[in-house]
C-alpha cells in the first residue's frame, strides 16, 4: 500500500518538475482584484468603477491627447502636434487637428482619421456614459475626416480649456476596422449599448506596442509586446517646465524656453515581452509575493499603507517610493440647515481643529494634513497661500480665536469658556444658544466606521472631543458607508459628514463640480455668488496662465467660505524590486501607481 | 403533580404546595449535586470553567488595573473636556501613548511588547492589553446575551413544536429548513451591508437565527422523546393544561440540552462575531476581531506586528475554547451512554 | 418513496421562492444602489447616473424587480450583473464554480477522512493519553481563530519556509506557455471528472466486494487493490496527455488552503466520531461481538464504526451543500476568488441580480444535500422509514 503511494506520489512530482519560462523579459506585477471585462467600450464604461480594468487594458490603447507621464501636462499622444485654433464657421466653431502617420494597429491596419472619425461617431450615437462621458459633452457636435492624416471637430461654442483639452480631446481611440461590423450589428439591436459593451471580445486589436496575451479569470492577465509597432517616442521635461517629444513623425514642445537642465528623459518601448498582471486578493500576501520575488511590483486599489512601508523600506532589493496623493478627506456641514450655513460657524470649527496633531501624533503620520481642496502635490495649481485657520496656534488660543469668531457672528453660552492664555489653558463651556435665541440642538457628524476606514474614525472621534469642550452639543457617529452616501446625496438628511475625493487628473475643474452653486457634484448646498463668478470663468478660460490665477483666487475664496474643511490626503506609497525593473521618473502625482507601473516605459535591469 | 391536583382550595393547599417547594428545592439541590459529580468527572469542563473564570477576572479586573495607567499616558488633550472621574481610567479607544521612551523619544506605534505595554500598543498607539481586556467584557455580554436569545427561543420553539405537531410542527421545521439554507457567513456579511450592524444587532440576528436554525430541530426531536413518556399521558389525562406540560415536563427535560447548546452557542456568536470585525463589517469600538483588522487596514503584516495578530487571535480561540469545553463537559450530562462504565 | 419525493420537491420550491423573496426584499430596503459605487468620481454627474439608474431598471416599481427576480430565478435566466454590467451572472457563476467545488470539496472529503479515523481510533482508546491528547488537539484547532491560522500558515509556510506559493492556484509563467484552449477551468473539470470515476469504479468494486460467495481476502483486494488501480491509470493518463504539469500546478497551490481548511475542521468530525462510537459501543450487538471474543479491531472496524458512520455522514452530506457558498475568509486570505467572494462582493456592492443568483444557486444545492440526508437516513437506518419524517 504504502509503497505505491510513494510511486504515485514520485510520478507526481516528476511531473511537477518541468522547467518554466526561459529568459523572457517579464514584468510581473501583483494586483488586488480581476478585471471584468476585455472590451474597452466597456471597461470605460460601466466598467469604469474597477480600476483594475484601467489598469490592465489602458497602455493597449491611446488618446489623440493625453497627460505626460510624469507630469501629467496635456501634451499629444497620436496627434502630430497641437490642436488648430478655433475658426468660426457660420454657427460652429472649428478646430483641425493634425495625427501621426505610420502608426499601425496590431491587425497591420495605419491609424488614420477614420478611427478618429468613428470612435467620436459612436460615442455620440451611443450617448457612452462613464469615462466617455466627458469626452462628448453637449458642445461637441461632430467630428470630420479632412484627410487621411487630419480632423476637424465641430463645436457650439469655443470651449474652456476643461472642456477641450483636459475632456474631448483626451478620448481613447478606437479600431474602426475592428469594431465597425458590431456598431453596425448593436443599431439594429433593441438596446444598442448594452450590446456594444457586452461584445465578447477574443482578439484585441490595439496600439503602440502592446497587446493582449492571455487572460485566466482569478489568477493572471498578461499583456505581449509586438516589437514592429515601436514610435520610438522620447520624452525630454525640463527643470524649467519644458517638455519635448520625439518620435515618429512628431516633433513637439511646450511649456518653457530651451536651455534649461534636463531633468527627466522617458522613453517608450515597451522593453519589456510581456507583463503579468497576478491577482493576489489578500494584500499580506501580495507584499509577501514582492519580498519573495514573485512579483516585481504592485498595483492595489487602496495603495500600499504606512505599516507596509515599514516592513518594506527594511527589505533589500525593494525601493519604496512616497509620492503625494491626487485626493484630500474633508468634513462637511449641511449649508441647507441653520446654524451650519453661518460662515463663522464653519471657521470656529476649522479653527478648533488641529490637523497636525491628529495626523501626526494620533495618527502617526499615517497622512498628511491639508487644508485645500486642492492638494499640494498638484504643484501648479496648489495655492500655498490661502487662510489656515487656528494655524500654529495652541489649543488654549485655538479656543480663544473659535470663541471670539462664535461670539461676533451672534453666538452666547450659558456657560462661556474661560481661556487663560497666559498660561495656555482653558475651562470648557457648555450650553451653546444660537444667534436667532433657540438652544442649539444635538448634531451628528457622520463618519465611516472604524471597521472600514479607521483614520476617519478617528477624525471624528477629536473633532467630537474639541466642538464639545467649546460647548457645542456633537456627536461623532460612525455609519455605514452607503447610508453615508444615502444620507448625504439623496435624502439630504444629515448634519456633518466626513468623507473622501480621489481626483482623476490634474486640471482642477473639480472645484467646479464641488462648489458651483449648479456644480453636479455639490453636495451640502452650498451657495456662494462671489465664488460662482470665479469658477466660471475659470471654466470658460482657454489660457493656462489665467487658468491658473482663476484657479488660485477660487481657492482663496474656498478657504474663508469653507464649504468643504479639508482635512487630510494620504501620501502613495509604490513599492518595487529595484533589482528586477526601474522606472524612469519616480516623482509623480498619485505615485506611479496613477500611471500603473508605465509598462511601456519601465525596463528590466536584470 | 397528582398531588397538588388533588388538592381542591383552601389553607391546606398552601401548606401542601409550600412543602412540595421545598420538596422541590431538596430534589433540585440532590439533582445539582449528582449533575455536578458527572460534570467535574470529566476534566474537560473543570478547564473550561477555569478558563472562563479567568476571563470573567480579566473583564471585571479592567477599570481596577487600568488606572495604573491613567492620567499619565493620556495626551493633556484629549483630558480636556473629559469628565475628571472617567479619565483616572485608561480610555483603550482614545487613550494615546505619548510619553518618551528610554531614549526620550516617544514611542513609535505600533511598539513591541514591552513592560509598559505587556501586549504592545496598536498602529494608533493605544494600548492592546487594555483593548483585550475592555472587549472581554463586551464579548461576555454579548456571547452571553446572544447565545440565552437562541436557545431560549430553540427551547421554546421546540418544545411546542414536539407537543403539539401538526402545521405549527411543519412551520417551524420549514423555518428551520430555510435558515439552514442561508449561507450563514455571507449573509451575516450582506446584513452589514443593509443596517449598521453593531454588537446589540448582530447578537439579536445571531440569537434569532440559532434560535429558529439547526438548534430547534435537534431539542424538538429530543423533546418528542420526551412527550412519548407514559407520564406525559398521565399528566394528560390528569388534566394538565398544554402549557402546563409543555412547561412542567417538556422543558425541565430537555434543559440538560439546552444548557449544552447555551455553551456552544456563545463560542458560534463570539466567534462569528469576531469573523465579522475581522473584515471590517462590524460597527463597534473595539473588539478582540477589531484590534486585527486595525493592523490589516494601516497594512502591518503578521510579520511586522506579530502581536496585533497573536494576542486577540489567541485571546479569541481561549474564549471561545473555555466555552466548548465546557459544553463538552455537559455532554455526558446530556448523553448518559458516554458516563465512564 | 415517490409520493415523498414530490412532497420535499415541493418544499424546496417553496422555501427557494421564502428565500429568494428575502433577500430581494432585504435589498429593497438597503440604503443606496449599486450605482453608488459611481458618486466617488467626480466626473459622473448626478445626471449619468440618473441614467445608468434607468439603465439597470432601477427606476421600475418594486414588484415588477421583484417578479423580473422571481422569473429569472425559477427559469434558470439569471440576468445580468450590474457590477460587471454587462456580463451575464451565470457567467460570472460559471468561472467560479469549478475551482470553488474542487477546493472546498476536497477539503471536506479529507478532513471528515481525518476526523473518522482519529475518531474511531480514540473512541477505542478512550481515556488513553492518545485519546486526551488527540482530543485536546482536535478541540484546539476546532476553536481555532480562522484568520489566525490562516495568516499564520501562509507566513509559515508560504513565506518563512518557501514550502508551497503563497497565494492563488497557479504559476503564471508555467500557463503561460500552455497551449491554445487549455483553460484552468478545464483543467479543473477533468479533476472533477477523475474524482467521480474514482467514486464510481470504487462503489462497483464495493458492491462486487459485497457478493457473499467470495472470501475475506478477495474482498479485501477487489476493495483495496481496484482504487488504487484506478489512481494509477489516472495518473499515468494525466501524465501522458501532457496535462499533468498542470494538474499538478493546481494540485500543488491547493495544498496550502487545504491543509489549513483540514486543521480547522477536522476537530468536529473527529469529537463527532468519538461520541458517536461510544453510544455504539454501548450497544447490545457489540457487546455480544465482545462476548464472542471477537478481535478488538473488527468489532471496532465491522460492528461499532458502520453504525457510528451514519451521524457523521450526515454532517457531511449537510456540509456538502455549503461547499459552493464556498468561504470568504479562505478565498479572500488565499486569493482564490470563488463564489464565497462573489456572494461578499455583490452583496456589498448590491449587485442585485448577481447576489440573488449566487445565493439561489447555493440555496438549491443546499435544499438537495437536505434531501438527500433524508433519504440516506433512510436507506442506511432500517430504524427509520420514509413515511416517518
Known amino acids: 500500500m504504502r509503497k505505491f503511494f510513494i510511486v504515485i506520489l514520485a510520478v507526481i512530482l516528476v511531473f511537477g518538475m518541468t522547467s518554466l519560462a526561459g529568459a523572457e523579459k517579464i514584468f510581473k506585477v501583483g494586483i488586488g482584484e480581476d478585471p471584468t471585462t476585455l472590451n474597452m467600450w466597456s471597461a470605460l464604461g460601466p466598467g469604469e468603477s474597477s480600476m483594475y480594468n484601467y489598469v490592465v487594458l489602458n497602455d493597449l490603447y491611446d488618446s489623440i491627447y493625453g497627460i505626460c507621464y510624469p507630469s501629467y501636462n496635456f501634451v499629444p499622444r497620436l496627434a502630430q502636434g497641437d490642436p488648430g485654433e478655433f475658426v468660426q464657421e457660420g454657427e460652429y466653431y472649428t478646430s483641425i487637428v493634425p495625427l501621426r502617420k505610420g502608426i499601425f494597429w496590431s491587425d497591420g ?498 | 403533580m397528582l398531588v397538588k391536583n388533588s388538592i381542591p382550595s383552601g389553607s391546606d393547599a398552601k401548606i401542601i404546595s409550600e412543602s412540595l417547594w421545598r420538596i422541590r428545592l431538596n430534589l433540585l439541590q440532590q439533582a445539582w449535586k449528582n449533575n455536578w459529580q458527572i460534570f467535574t468527572e470529566k476534566k474537560i469542563g473543570l478547564v473550561g470553567l477555569w478558563i472562563i473564570g479567568f476571563f470573567i477576572l480579566l473583564a471585571i479586573s479592567h477599570p481596577i488595573l487600568m488606572a495604573y495607567w491613567s492620567s499619565q499616558e493620556l495626551p493633556p488633550e484629549a483630558m480636556m473636556g473629559h469628565n475628571k472621574s472617567l479619565a483616572d481610567v485608561y480610555d483603550p479607544i482614545r487613550g494615546l501613548d505619548l510619553r518618551p521612551g528610554k531614549d526620550m523619544m516617544p514611542l513609535s506605534h505600533p511598539a513591541a511588547p514591552s513592560w509598559r505595554h505587556p501586549f504592545g500598543t496598536d498602529p494608533m498607539g493605544r494600548d492592546v492589553l487594555s483593548q483585550i481586556m475592555y472587549s472581554a467584557r463586551i464579548e461576555f455580554l454579548f456571547g452571553v446575551f446572544s447565545a440565552l436569545l437562541s436557545v431560549f427561543l430553540a ?123 475581522f473584515l471590517g463589517l462590524l460597527q463597534a469600538p473595539i473588539s478582540w476581531g477589531l484590534i486585527m483588522n486595525f493592523a490589516r487596514s494601516f497594512g502591518y503584516s503578521f510579520y511586522e506586528a506579530w502581536w496585533l495578530y497573536l494576542i486577540p487571535g489567541v485571546t479569541i480561540t481561549l474564549f471561545c475554547g473555555s466555552f466548548y469545553l465546557v459544553g463538552r463537559g455537559l455532554d455526558t450530562l446530556v448523553n448518559p451512554k458516554l458516563r465512564k462504565r | 418513496m415517490g409520493a415523498f419525493l414530490l412532497k420535499r420537491t415541493l418544499h424546496i420550491f417553496l422555501i427557494l421562492f421564502l428565500f429568494v423573496s428575502l433577500t430581494y426584499l432585504l435589498f429593497q430596503v438597503t440604503p443606496g444602489s449599486v450605482v453608488d459605487k459611481f458618486l466617488g468620481n467626480p466626473k459622473m454627474t448626478p445626471e449619468i447616473i440618473a441614467k445608468i439608474r434607468a439603465q439597470f431598471g432601477l427606476d421600475d416599481p418594486w414588484y415588477v424587480q421583484y417578479f423580473r427576480y422571481l422569473k429569472n430565478v425559477f427559469t434558470g435566466q439569471l440576468g445580468i450583473s450590474y457590477s460587471q454590467y454587462p456580463t451575464p451572472v451565470w457567467d460570472i457563476l460559471k468561472d467560479r464554480i469549478p475551482r470553488t467545488l474542487v477546493l472546498f470539496l476536497s477539503s471536506r472529503v479529507i478532513s471528515f477522512y481525518l476526523g473518522f479515523i482519529l475518531g474511531k481510533i480514540i473512541a477505542w482508546k478512550r481515556g488513553s493519553l492518545i485519546d486526551t491528547s488527540t482530543t485536546a488537539v482536535g478541540i484546539t484547532f476546532w476553536t481555532m481563530y480562522y484568520p489566525l491560522l490562516a495568516i499564520v500558515n501562509i507566513w509559515l509556510f508560504g513565506f518563512l519556509l518557501g514550502w508551497f506559493p503563497i497565494n492563488g492556484f497557479t504559476n503564471p509563467l508555467l500557463w503561460l506557455n500552455a497551449p491554445e484552449g487549455l483553460t484552468v477551468n478545464l483543467i479543473f473539470a477533468y479533476m472533477i471528472l477523475t474524482g467521480f470515476i474514482f467514486l464510481i469504479l470504487w462503489m462497483i468494486a464495493w458492491l462486487i466486494a459485497k457478493k457473499p460467495e467470495l472470501s475475506g481476502k478477495t474482498k479485501k483486494r477487489i476493495i483495496y487493490i481496484s482504487p488504487l488501480m484506478v489512481v494509477i491509470i489516472a495518473v499515468l493518463v494525466w501524465g501522458f496527455s501532457g496535462y499533468g504539469k498542470y494538474a499538478w500546478d493546481i494540485i500543488y497551490h491547493m495544498i496550502l488552503p487545504i491543509f489549513t481548511l483540514a486543521l480547522i475542521s477536522f476537530g468536529g468530525t473527529m469529537l463527532l466520531t468519538r461520541d458517536s462510537m461510544m453510544e455504539t459501543i454501548q450497544e447490545d450487538y457489540v457487546m455480544a461481538a465482545r462476548a464472542k471474543g471477537l478481535p478488538p479491531k473488527l468489532i471496532r472496524d465491522k460492528y461499532a464504526a458502520r453504525t457510528a458512520l451514519l451521524p457523521v455522514v450526515t454532517s457531511l452530506t449537510l456540509s456538502l451543500g455549503f461547499v459552493l457558498s464556498g468561504g470568504v475568509i479562505t478565498e479572500s486570505l488565499f486569493s482564490w476568488p470563488g463564489l464565497g467572494r462573489t456572494l461578499l462582493d455583490a452583496a456589498l456592492m448590491q449587485d442585485v441580480p448577481l447576489a440573488i443568483g449566487a445565493f439561489a444557486f447555493t440555496g438549491v444545492f443546499v435544499l438537495i444535500a437536505h434531501l438527500v440526508v433524508d433519504i440516506l437516513y433512510a436507506v442506511l437506518d432500517p430504524r427509520i422509514s420514509i413515511e416517518t419524517i
Not at chain 1, 528623459?265 to 519589456?272: C, L, S
Not at chain 2, 447555551?262 to 470585525?277: D, I, K, R
Open chain 1, 109 to 606: 491596419n495605419e491609424f488614420t482619421a477614420d478611427d478618429v472619425v468613428f470612435t467620436y461617431q459612436t460615442m455620440i450615437d451611443f450617448d457612452l456614459l462613464g469615462n466617455w462621458s466627458d469626452k462628448h459633452p453637449d458642445v461637441l457636435v461632430k467630428v470630420e475626416k479632412v484627410d487621411d492624416y487630419q480632423v476637424k471637430y465641430y463645436l457650439k461654442d469655443e470651449p474652456g480649456l476643461a472642456e477641450w483639452n483636459f475632456g474631448i480631446l483626451q478620448a481613447t481611440i478606437m479600431p474602426k476596422a475592428n469594431w465597425e461590423g458590431v456598431v453596425e450589428e448593436a443599431v439594429k439591436q433593441d438596446n444598442p449599448t448594452q450590446y456594444l459593451y457586452s461584445h465578447d471580445v477574443k482578439d484585441l486589436v490595439t496600439i503602440n506596442g502592446l497587446d493582449f496575451g492571455k487572460w485566466e479569470k482569478g489568477a493572471f492577465f498578461q499583456t505581449v509586446a509586438v516589437k514592429d509597432f515601436r514610435t520610438g517616442d522620447v520624452t525630454r521635461i525640463y527643470e524649467n517646465g519644458r517638455h519635448e517629444i520625439e518620435g515618429l513623425d512628431l516633433n513637439w514642445s511646450a511649456y518653457g524656453e530651451a536651455g534649461s537642465e534636463l531633468k527627466y528623459e522617458i522613453a517608450e518601448g515597451p522593453f519589456v515581452d510581456s507583463a503579468i498582471y497576478r491577482l493576489y486578493s489578500n494584500q499580506e500576501a501580495m507584499i509577501m509575493a514582492l519580498k519573495k520575488g514573485d512579483i516585481d511590483y504592485l498595483l492595489s486599489a487602496q495603495g500600499l499603507t504606512k505599516g507596509f512601508r515599514r516592513e518594506l523600506e527594511g527589505t533589500a532589493g525593494i525601493e519604496v517610493v512616497t509620492n503625494p496623493s491626487n485626493g484630500f478627506r474633508y468634513m462637511c456641514f449641511n449649508r441647507a440647515r441653520y446654524p451650519f450655513n453661518i460662515m463663522e460657524f464653519n471657521q470656529a470649527v476649522a479653527t478648533l481643529i488641529d490637523r497636525d496633531y491628529v495626523m501626526n501624533q494620533v495618527l502617526q503620520g499615517a497622512g498628511v494634513p491639508l487644508a485645500t481642496a486642492v492638494p499640494p502635490g498638484n504643484s501648479y495649481w496648489y495655492n500655498p497661500e490661502v487662510k489656515i485657520w487656528g494655524e500654529g496656534l495652541t489649543r488654549a488660543q485655538r479656543v480663544d480665536e473659535a470663541v471670539k469668531l462664535l461670539a461676533g457672528a451672534g453666538f452666547t453660552w450659558e456657560v462661556k469658556p474661560a481661556v487663560d492664555l497666559e498660561n495656555d489653558t482653558y475651562n470648557p463651556g457648555s450650553g451653546i444658544v444660537l444667534p436667532n435665541g433657540e438652544k442649539m440642538q444635538t448634531f451628528e457628524i457622520l463618519t465611516p466606521p472604524a471597521g472600514y476606514d479607521p483614520m476617519r474614525a478617528t477624525w471624528g472621534l477629536w473633532i467630537q472631543l474639541w466642538l464639545q469642550d467649546i460647548g457645542f452639543p456633537v456627536i461623532a457617529r460612525p455609519t455605514q458607508f452607503n447610508v453615508i452616501l444615502e444620507k448625504v446625496n439623496q435624502s439630504k438628511d444629515y448634519d456633518a459628514y466626513i468623507l473622501g475625493w480621489g481626483l482623476g487628473g490634474s486640471y482642477p475643474d473639480h472645484l467646479d463640480a464641488f462648489f458651483a452653486s449648479d456644480g453636479g457634484h455639490n453636495r451640502n448646498d452650498f451657495k456662494d455668488p462671489v465664488f460662482d463668478t470665479i469658477i466660471k470663468s475659470f471654466m470658460k478660460a482657454t489660457e493656462i496662465e489665467t487658468a491658473r490665477e482663476l484657479a488660485f483666487e477660487a481657492q482663496e475664496r474656498l478657504a474663508i467660505t469653507l464649504p468643504y474643511i479639508v482635512l487630510f490626503s494620504t501620501p502613495i506609497y509604490d513599492a518595487y524590486r529595484k533589482d528586477v525593473i526601474e522606472f524612469p521618473a519616480k516623482e509623480v502625482l498619485d505615485g506611479i501607481q496613477g500611471f500603473y507601473g508605465v509598462p511601456r516605459s519601465v525596463q528590466i535591469i536584470n
Open chain 2, 155 to 277: 427551547t421554546l420553539v421546540g418544545a411546542v413544536s414536539a407537543y403539539f405537531g401538526g402545521k405549527i410542527d411543519a412551520f417551524f421545521m420549514r423555518l428551520a429548513d430555510l435558515v439552514l439554507t442561508l449561507p450563514f457567513l455571507p449573509f451575516l456579511i450582506f446584513l452589514s451591508s443593509l443596517l449598521t450592524l453593531d454588537l446589540f444587532k448582530l447578537g439579536l440576528v445571531l440569537g434569532l437565527l440559532g434560535g429558529f436554525g439547526g438548534r430547534t430541530i435537534v431539542l424538538k426531536s429530543q423533546a418528542l422523546s420526551i412527550k412519548v413518556r407514559p407520564y406525559i399521558e398521565a399528566a394528560k389525562i390528569a388534566g394538565g393544561s398544554h402549557w402546563h406540560i409543555i412547561f412542567r415536563h417538556i422543558i425541565p427535560n430537555i434543559l440538560p440540552l439546552s444548557f449544552f447548546y447555551l455553551m456552544l452557542g456563545v463560542t458560534s456568536a463570539v466567534m462569528s462575531e469576531a469573523t465579522l470585525s
